[in-house]
């Protein structure tokens, strides 16, 4: 009997332990850098050949309003990281700032509830970290890094970073009664390509869909085919990670979640907070547990990316985390509206890039706040005397260079053209208001017509509440230190302004009394 005791003792604990490992899924998160929503077959392309992105919204979840809150990589990234709204996250609301070690990440978290972690490629970056610049070092908020396999990329703007065998290496190391969680950032579609990339492979660019605030010109076309050949790479390694998935039986208790930082790095879309450069693609997949097929009009943005991983995987949501699980919108059986009350989300900005010069700051923001409902999209631009693009003697930093941007700075003399050029380059007014579904490319500016006046001040109105709630310091008179929040590449800012004395931490910790982590 007493033999028969601990046989069945032993029994019920393997049971439990089963259950517990089949209520952990694994967790895979994949993040192009830089690739438009409307650049996936599923979203509409139809010159973009995305075949595992969409064999994965088919057999799950395809989100059609999810937004990144900040339209620039490290801000981006520090939302999906932390769970907060941009400007909660003090010098991570900026572009490659010292990112500061107070926040927890959620990869970490995760890691000590019994995770083993780990990322490839791009994690949270540009920036500096702890002291230490985040260039493919362990040291990164996503994770512990997997590096060293090496690919030979077709074209020479392609990374030579095997993020796919990487991953495959790290399913090696899992171990195994824990689940996994794993960070696949891929460097593309980021510039620069090669140029005419697609000659080469001899691409059909008929199809492309030029957006209405560019010239139907054939450098362009040719710029927008070079950049899908990279979200095709991006879309290869989707493929072979489903692929690594499936050879190790984990497949099926994976919860993938795939999704892209921003639009693409072309004028007006990254680092603007327009339709196309916060409007991102979102679409997640876990077999038998997703219902697959569906497609949600829920609004999501990047800080409920973190307290719906944790939810997922049964760990209590830290307080610091002020974005919502999206749980409930992952595993319903329904399409469309989940929840009527995520009806909106909001959106905003401060410096993401280098080239706007106040007195004695070299470094300032150009701070925005916007928000976007079903039908609206309102913008205030909080200080709309600055350039938003960058200034032009510097060469509007904050637009990647490219044959796209060459084309359109020179229409600024063109008297037929020029609007073009006010469209990506010009100062812009203290409001904007689009109607999305008529102007998705926003624009026609409605904002100065009377029939709108009342939908925009009620917008305004909601905007200003929601950022007062969360205590946003641009609402409540606080956001100059924004302004003044340092840049991590100093010697880059002392030869664009020659001045070799330029010390921005040192400006920085005098005005505010704050220290910076510098190594």
């Not at 709204?85 to 890691?111: C, G, M, T, V």
Request: charged share 25%; aromatic share 14%; net charge positive.
């Amino acid at each position: 009997m007493v033999y028969r005791y601990y046989i069945i003792t032993s029994l019920f604990f393997i049971y439990i332990i089963s259950c517990n490992k089949v209520d952990k899924p694994n967790i895979l998160f994949i993040i192009a850098d830089d690739a438009s929503k409307n650049s996936f077959g599923v979203y509409g392309s139809i010159s973009c050949k995305t075949p595992s992105f969409d064999f994965l919204a088919n057999q799950g979840v395809r989100f059609t309003n999810a937004y990144n809150n900040n339209p620039k990589c490290s801000p981006a990234r520090a939302a999906i990281l932390t769970g907060r709204y941009s400007w909660q996250l003090e010098e991570a609301a900026n572009h490659r700032p010292y990112l500061s070690d107070k926040w927890k990440y959620y990869p970490f978290i995760l890691e000590e509830a019994g995770y083993f972690i780990g990322y490839t490629g791009k994690g949270w970056g540009p920036g500096v970290f702890k002291g230490i610049d985040i260039s493919d070092t362990d040291l990164n908020p996503a994770g512990h890094i997997f590096k060293g396999e090496k690919i030979n990329p077709p074209f020479s703007g392609i990374s030579k970073k095997n993020y796919s065998a990487n991953f495959r290496n790290f399913l090696k190391q899992v171990p195994k009664d824990k689940p996994f969680c794993f960070w696949l950032g891929t460097h593309e579609p980021h510039r620069t390509y090669e140029k005419n990339s697609w000659k080469k492979e001899k691409r059909d660019t008929s199809k492309i869909k030029v957006p209405k605030f560019y010239p139907n010109h054939h450098k362009i076309i040719g710029d927008i085919a070079d950049y899908e050949i990279e979200v095709e790479w991006f879309d290869k390694h989707i493929g072979e990670a489903i692929k690594y998935l499936k050879e190790n039986n984990l497949f099926d208790n994976t919860l993938i979640i795939v999704t892209s930082d921003h639009g693409m790095p072309f004028p007006r879309v990254k680092g603007q907070i327009y339709e196309e450069g916060f409007s991102v693609p979102l679409i997640a997949f876990w077999k038998d547990r997703i219902k697959k097929g569906r497609i949600v009009s829920d609004f999501i943005t990047f800080p409920d990316i973190a307290p719906t991983i944790l939810e997922i995987a049964g760990i209590q949501i830290i307080n610091q985390m002020t974005g919502e699980s999206f749980k409930k919108q992952l595993l319903s059986g329904d399409n469309g509206r989940i929840d009527v009350e995520r009806d909106f989300t909001l959106l905003g900005k401060e410096r993401h890039d280098i080239g706007r010069v106040e007195g004695d700051n070299y470094s300032v923001a150009y701070p925005v706040r916007a928000i976007r409902t079903d039908e609206y999209l309102y913008i205030r631009n909080l200080i709309s005397s600055r350039w938003p693009a960058g200034n032009p003697e510097y060469g509007f930093l904050n637009c990647d260079n490219s044959p796209t941007k060459n084309l359109i700075v020179g229409l600024k003399n063109d008297k037929i053209l020029r609007d073009y050029y006010e469209m990506s380059f010009g100062k812009r007014p203290v409001e904007e208001l689009y109607k999305i579904y008529d102007d998705p490319d926003c624009i026609n500016n409605l904002s100065n017509n009377f029939t709108y006046k009342k939908i925009k001040d009620s917008l305004w109105t909601k905007l200003k509440q929601n950022l007062t709630d969360q205590g946003d310091p641009r609402i409540l008179g606080k956001g100059e230190i924004f302004d003044y929040y340092p840049y991590s590449r100093i010697p880059r800012q002392q030869k664009l302004y020659n001045k070799p004395d330029y010390n921005p931490i040192k400006i920085f910790e005098e005005k505010f009394n704050k220290k910076i982590n510098v190594k």
